[in-house]
C-alpha cells in the first residue's frame, strides 16, 4: 500500500514537471536576429530598420552624448481592426551590452510617438537614442512586440558593423 503512494506521489512530481516544461517552451521569447535593411516579423507586424546617421539634436532637445537616428518602416500585417507602434518598443544595445530607451522629440515630421497601424497600410517613422556613440562599435536594435500583439517573438536588428 505504502509503495502504491510513492508510485502517485513521483507520478505526480513527473507530470507536473511535464506541464511546467510545456509551458516553459511555449512562453519563452523567440529572439530573430537580422541586419538592417531587411524585413523582420515580430508578430503581426513586419519591420524594416535602417541607419539613418547622427545628429546633435534641435534648439529644445541636446543629447548628453549624440542622437542615433534609425527608420522604421512598418507594416501591419494581422487581421485586427488595428494595432498601435510606439516609440517605447525600440532600445538601442550597445557593445556593453546596456540598453538605452528611444528619446522623443519633433526632429522631423516622421518622429515616431504613438502611431495606429492599420491592415497593409505601411508607414515611415524615426526614432532616435541618446548614446556615446562610436563608429567602430557594433550597435543593434531591440523590437518588442506590443502586449495586445500577443507574440513571443522579439527582434535583433543589427545597424552598424554587423
Request: glycine share 8%; with cysteine; net charge negative.
Amino acid at each position: 500500500m505504502a509503495g502504491l503512494g510513492v508510485v502517485i506521489v513521483i507520478g505526480a512530481i513527473l507530470i507536473s514537471m511535464g506541464a511546467a516544461m510545456y509551458m516553459y517552451i511555449q512562453y519563452q521569447t523567440n529572439f530573430i536576429e537580422t541586419s538592417a535593411g531587411e524585413t523582420v516579423t515580430v508578430g503581426p507586424v513586419e519591420y524594416v530598420i535602417t541607419f539613418e546617421g547622427t545628429h546633435q539634436g534641435d534648439k529644445e532637445t541636446q543629447p548628453e552624448n549624440t542622437f542615433v537616428m534609425i527608420g522604421i518602416s512598418a507594416k501591419y500585417t494581422g487581421d485586427e481592426e488595428r494595432t498601435l507602434l510606439s516609440g517605447g518598443q525600440f532600445y538601442i544595445v550597445d557593445e556593453k551590452e546596456q540598453k538605452h530607451e528611444a528619446v522623443y522629440g519633433e526632429f522631423s515630421s516622421k518622429d515616431l510617438l504613438l502611431e495606429w497601424l492599420e491592415p497593409n497600410k505601411p508607414v515611415e517613422k524615426t526614432t532616435q537614442f541618446d548614446i556615446p556613440f562610436d563608429e567602430e562599435n557594433m550597435y543593434k536594435i531591440i523590437i518588442r512586440p506590443q502586449k495586445e500583439q500577443s507574440t513571443v517573438d522579439t527582434a535583433l536588428v543589427c545597424i552598424t558593423n554587423c
